[in-house]
C-alpha cells in the first residue's frame, strides 16, 4: 500500500515538473518573438497612419504665438468688458448738513452771558454784604461767654436789651439818636437773650453789627461800634474777628471804612 503511495506521488511530481518546463520554453519564445517585431519597426509614415511630432524640429506654427505676444507686449490694450451684466447695485447714504458755523458761535455767546449773570450776582452779593458791617467777638479756645458777664459788660458800654431780645446802642453823649445805631447778637441758634436765664446762659461768641446807612453819620457810627467792639472784647476776654473770619488788623479796618466811605 505504501509502495503504491509513493508511485503515485512520484508520477505527480513529474507531471508539475513537465508543466513548468513547458510554460518557461514558451515565454521566452514569445519574448523572442516580441524583440523581432520592435527592432523591425520602420520610421517611414504609413498612408493613412498618423507620425508622432519630432520635437527637435521647429515647426512653423510654433512661431505665431511668440509673434502674437509680442505685438501684445507692444501694445496692449484691456478688453472691452460691459460690466454693467453683473455689478451689484450701490445704495448711497446720505449725511445731514451741520451748520458747525452757527452753533459754535451760540456755545461762546451762552457761556459769555453766564458769565456776566455770575458776575452781576457775585457784584450784588458784595453790595449787600457791604451794608451790613459786623465784628464778631469769639470766645478763646476751650472758653465760653457766660450769660451775667455778657450781661455786665453790655451795661457797662452803653448796649440797651431791646427789640427782637437783642442788645441795641443809641449814641454816646452829645450824639445820641432815636434809633439803633449798631445791635449785638449771639453768633450762634436761637441768636437772641433770654433776659430772665442770663445766669444760665453761655455762647462761644457774639456778633456786633451795624446797617448803612446809619441814623448817624456812617464813619462816627462805625467809629463808634469799633471801639466798643474792643471794649467788649476786652472785658470778656475774647478775640474780635472780622465778618470775613479774620482776625480785625489795620488792613482789614481800613478797608471797612473804604466800604463805609462809598455808603451813601
Do not use: C
Request: charged share 25%; proline share 5%.
Amino acid at each position: 500500500m505504501n509502495e503504491l503511495r509513493l508511485i503515485l506521488l512520484g508520477i505527480g511530481l513529474s507531471i508539475i515538473l513537465l508543466i513548468y518546463l513547458w510554460g518557461t520554453f514558451n515565454q521566452k519564445s514569445q519574448d523572442r518573438a516580441h524583440t523581432r517585431k520592435i527592432t523591425s519597426f520602420k520610421r517611414d509614415p504609413v498612408e493613412g497612419s498618423k507620425v508622432m511630432p519630432r520635437y527637435d524640429e521647429v515647426d512653423e506654427v510654433s512661431t505665431e504665438a511668440p509673434a502674437e505676444m509680442d505685438a501684445f507686449l507692444a501694445n496692449p490694450e484691456p478688453p472691452d468688458i460691459n460690466t454693467s451684466d453683473f455689478s451689484l447695485p450701490i445704495k448711497t447714504a446720505t449725511i445731514d448738513k451741520v451748520d458747525l458755523n452757527l452753533s459754535i458761535p451760540n456755545v461762546l455767546n451762552d457761556q459769555k452771558e453766564q458769565s456776566q449773570d455770575i458776575e452781576e450776582d457775585e457784584s450784588r452779593e458784595q453790595e449787600n454784604e457791604s451794608q451790613i458791617i459786623k465784628f464778631l467777638i469769639k470766645a478763646a479756645p476751650g472758653k465760653t461767654f457766660f450769660g451775667d458777664n455778657i450781661l455786665a459788660a453790655t451795661n457797662i458800654v452803653g448796649l440797651k436789651f431791646g427789640d427782637m431780645n437783642i442788645f441795641h446802642h443809641y449814641g454816646a453823649e452829645g450824639m445820641e439818636s432815636e434809633e439803633s445805631i449798631f445791635s449785638l447778637a449771639s453768633m450762634y441758634e436761637p441768636g437772641y437773650f433770654d433776659l430772665d436765664n442770663m445766669e444760665t446762659f453761655q455762647t462761644k461768641g457774639l456778633t456786633l453789627f451795624m446797617q448803612l446807612p446809619a441814623p448817624m453819620d456812617n464813619i462816627q457810627a462805625f467809629d463808634l461800634m469799633q471801639e466798643t467792639a474792643m471794649r467788649l472784647t476786652d472785658m470778656l476776654q475774647g478775640e474780635i474777628w472780622s465778618s470775613k473770619n479774620y482776625p480785625i488788623d489795620t488792613k482789614t479796618l481800613q478797608a471797612m471804612r473804604d466800604i463805609i466811605a462809598k455808603s451813601p
